[in-house]
């Protein structure tokens, strides 16, 4: 979710939630690469506590604490999961003010949104313990091929919007050389996901829920239908259909961990 105080557009955790199960998908893969046990977990940048809920069933025993700057997603996340705590605040300021330190900080999904990575980064080594350990999970948006179709349509027919900056995030590289700043053990990986959609439309409403927001916000109401008819025959054009009418949407994907030190 957004971390920045005052940048992005709200959040609508309901629209967000169309594609509860497939948002979720990433995250448990990353926990399932997490190896050892965790006495206090940070979800950083957790809306609406799906990826907090998948947390807790793998590490029931820790204390877990979701962190998210948006008001609808702590609220949506207080009233599903109310036996989870959910603090709201922005990264990378905030985080020095939550309570003592963390042995595992995770965030599914967040931290492209946050403008100065190396700030965070940096954030995120003071707060964890001697040995504690970073994971991530982000969408590499430039890899991605809704955000070339949408790009290039702005590029042609809607300057309007052409000054919005949405991501954030680093390449491999860049992250890797970032982390080996504070933390000695590091993986990096990427995966492709193809989450299967009912039909082309669904490709809008997922990003709805997402990467589109502060662009219909920059939009009036008749303006806001036009953009979206415009980018429904991109989308078509785009997109082939399977033999069943349905579509793939593929999301890549990049996954790290990064260990302060050994596992206890």
Same mark, same amino acid.
Not at 80 to 93: K, L
Not at 128 to 157: H, M, S, V, W
Not at 200 to 228: C, H, M, N, T
């Given at each position: ?7 992005? =557009? ?5 629209? /967000? ?29 957790? %809306? ?9 069933? !793998? ?15 702590? !609220? ?11 603090? !709201? ?59 070339? =179709? ?22 491999? =590289? ?12 590091? +993986?990096?990986?990427? =995966? ?22 502060? /662009?219909?916000?920059?939009? +009036? ?11 429904? %025959? ?31």
């Amino acid at each position: 979710m957004n971390m920045e105080a005052g940048g992005q =557009t709200a959040w609508d955790s309901s629209q /967000y939630l169309k594609f509860a199960e497939e948002r979720k998908q990433p995250s448990r893969d990353l926990i399932a690469r997490l190896s050892g046990e965790y006495q206090r977990i940070l979800d950083l940048g957790c %809306g609406p506590g799906n990826s907090t809920a998948v947390l807790q069933a !793998r590490f029931p025993e820790a204390e877990i604490i979701g962190f998210d700057s948006d008001e609808n997603m702590i !609220r949506k996340a207080r009233a599903d999961h109310p036996d989870i705590e959910f603090i !709201r605040g922005s990264a990378p300021g905030d985080l020095s003010r939550l309570p003592g330190t963390f042995d595992l900080a995770f965030s599914n999904a967040c931290i492209h949104w946050i403008p100065d990575q190396r700030e965070l980064i940096l954030a995120v080594s003071d707060m964890l313990n001697a040995c504690g350990a970073f994971a991530a999970q982000l969408p590499l948006t430039d890899e991605a091929k809704f955000y070339k =179709t949408l790009y290039r349509l702005i590029a042609e027919n809607w300057h309007k919007i052409a000054g919005i900056h949405n991501f954030h995030n680093l390449d491999q =590289t860049g992250y890797y050389n970032e982390l080996s700043r504070y933390f000695q053990d590091i +993986s990096i990986w990427e =995966t492709d996901y193809y989450h299967i959609l009912q039909e082309r439309k669904d490709v809008i409403e997922w990003y709805r829920g997402s990467g589109l927001r502060p /662009y219909l916000a920059a939009l +009036s109401g008749q303006e806001q239908e036009e953009f979206i008819r415009d980018l429904s %025959g991109a989308i078509d054009r785009s997109y082939p259909l399977l033999d069943d009418g349905r579509v793939f949407l593929v999301m890549p994907r990049l996954f790290f961990i990064a260990r302060k030190g050994e596992i206890k």
